[in-house]
């Protein structure tokens, strides 16, 4: 099984967003793919509730129920605000890569430069063994906070996978239990171009 872990210290950053549209893609690519709630507030799993038996499956992840299918396709990690210290290390021996969302505020560059700086210590990432990539959220056109975002996010010695802009697209296909790769594409064509660097970058490392 292929794993993703969805990750920043910092609350509010986009960590569910990001974690319910990989595995939307991955699910509409035909993968078998499961989803890891680990947030407090169980938004993914909110999500995922909503979603209709119609769509491409995803599947609640539960270390109670492991049986051999179990360990084939994606599992994809939307962990908790405040992620560090022993929990981070015992998350990162079960993954292959690491997406990191980053929100355009002062708050949210900080506190994700201090969590990857410590990622950056990990043996397993300086050995090549785990991927790390790091995305923009909500980065609303022609604005000082788009602006020192970038500016921040090209300063770092990590792969930039996406800058995904603020849209009402997210927030709506959300209510559905939908990601945007449940939509026609006609709806999503500009977010789609957005992601499909990210989308290679994962495919990549399959």
């Known amino acids: 099984m292929k794993t993703i872990l969805i990750a920043n210290p910092k609350g509010g950053s986009g960590k569910t967003t990001l974690a319910t549209n990989i595995a939307g ?5 035909g993968q078998t793919v499961r ?23 995803i599947t609640l992840f539960s ?7 179990a360990h084939e396709g994606w599992l994809v990690i939307d962990s908790p605000a405040g992620l560090h210290g022993k929990n981070l290390e015992r998350a990162l021996k079960l993954v292959d890569r690491v997406v990191v969302p980053i929100a355009p505020s002062l708050f949210d560059m900080s506190a994700s430069k201090d969590f990857l700086d410590v990622l950056q210590t990990e043996k397993a990432i300086r050995k090549g063994r785990i991927f ?3 995305v923009g959220m909500r980065m ?5 906070a788009a602006a020192a975002l970038e500016q921040f996010l090209q300063e770092l010695d990590m792969p930039i ?6 849209a009402q697209l997210y927030v709506n296909a959300a209510f559905e239990g939908k ?17 499909q660097y990210l989308l290679s970058w994962l495919d990549a490392k399959a």
Request: glycine share 4%; charged share 25%.
């Open 179 to 195: 990601s945007l790769f449940d939509l026609p594409p006609y709806l999503a064509e500009r977010e789609l171009e957005q992601w």
């Open 35 to 57: 989803l890891l709630d680990m947030d407090r507030q169980q938004s993914a799993s909110g999500w995922l509730a909503l979603r209709s038996e119609a769509l491409p499956p």
């Open 140 to 144: 609303a056109p022609r604005t000082l």
């Open 25 to 29: 893609y991955l699910a509409a690519a």
């Open 161 to 166: 996978l996406a800058y995904l802009r603020e």
């Open 63 to 69: 270390d109670k129920v492991v049986t051999h299918a």
């Open 132 to 134: 790390v990539g790091v």
